[in-house]
Structure formats: structure tokens, C-alpha cells
């Protein structure tokens, strides 16, 4: 018998939480501030929006 995997798809909400949760400690850690934050903000976003989209292949 082969074990199924059920992987519910990713939401637009859980992707905005999870690049909230990081952003959040990336400026307490000192990493983001002000100035780069947009920068940042993309990256993160970005990386997060492409695993999320992977894991709903």
C-alpha cells in the first residue's frame, strides 16, 4: 500500500503571515530598518510566494 501525501494548497493569507512573521524579526535583530525595507520586503516576499507556488505544483 503507498502512502498518499495531502499538502493543502498555500494561501495568498499564509504567504503575507509568514513574510510578516520574518520581516518582524529581521528588524528586531537589526537586519531591516527603515531605509531598506522595501528592498527587503521584495526579497523575502518573493522567496516565500516561489516555495509557496512549488508546494501547490
Do not use: C
Amino acid at each position: 500500500m503507498s502512502e498518499q501525501k495531502f499538502v493543502r494548497p498555500v494561501t495568498d493569507e499564509a504567504v503575507l503571515k509568514t513574510v510578516k512573521e520574518i520581516m518582524v524579526k529581521f528588524i528586531e535583530i537589526g537586519k531591516v530598518t527603515p531605509a531598506n525595507f522595501e528592498e527587503h520586503y521584495r526579497l523575502v516576499f518573493n522567496t516565500v510566494k516561489q516555495s509557496a507556488e512549488e508546494l501547490n505544483k
